[in-house]
């Protein structure tokens, strides 16, 4: 049985803060167990998996109104079933998904830092200047 498995990284706030913990979420398709999904992390990533959990989401039940020539019609549908796959990792081991988040925050910590050095520095310019010039005049 040589099929390969689609691993799509879940991305969201909830996952940002789950990594942090070393737990990684997929999206895989429904005839996918465990197992498999370690394997093929392991294999795809260079990493090392401790356990894996499965859950099944069902999708949303919606009501679509399309409009006709005379009225509204209501009409039911339903959003896709998908499956997800909470993947932990060993102590030391991570994955990249997020890394252009926390790239992007720390440019802008050093940004931030930086500005008020500058602002605090420029305060402290025209305070000296007016205690000289109250000097001179004295």
């Known amino acids: ?41 392991e294999a795809q990533f260079d990493v090392k998996v401790t356990a894996v959990n499965v859950t099944n989401l069902d999708g949303k039940a919606k009501r679509t109104i399309s ?8 009409a039911t549908g339903k959003r896709n079933d998908i499956k997800k796959a909470y993947v932990t990792l060993a102590e030391g081991f991570s994955l990249p998904f997020f890394a252009a988040v926390e790239e992007a925050q720390e440019q ?10 500058a602002a605090a520095k420029q305060a402290a310019k025209p305070a000296k200047r007016g205690l000289l010039g109250k000097k001179a005049e004295a």
Do not use: C, W
């Open 67 to 74: 409009v006709t020539g005379k009225r509204s019609v209501n």
């Open 108 to 117: 802008e910590t050093a940004t931030q830092e930086k500005i008020e050095k």
């Open 1 to 41: 049985m040589s099929k390969t498995i689609n691993l799509q990284p879940h991305l969201s706030e909830k996952t940002y803060g789950l990594s942090a913990k070393r737990v990684y979420v997929f999206t895989i398709d429904k005839d996918v167990n465990k197992h498999s999904v370690a394997r093929a992390v």
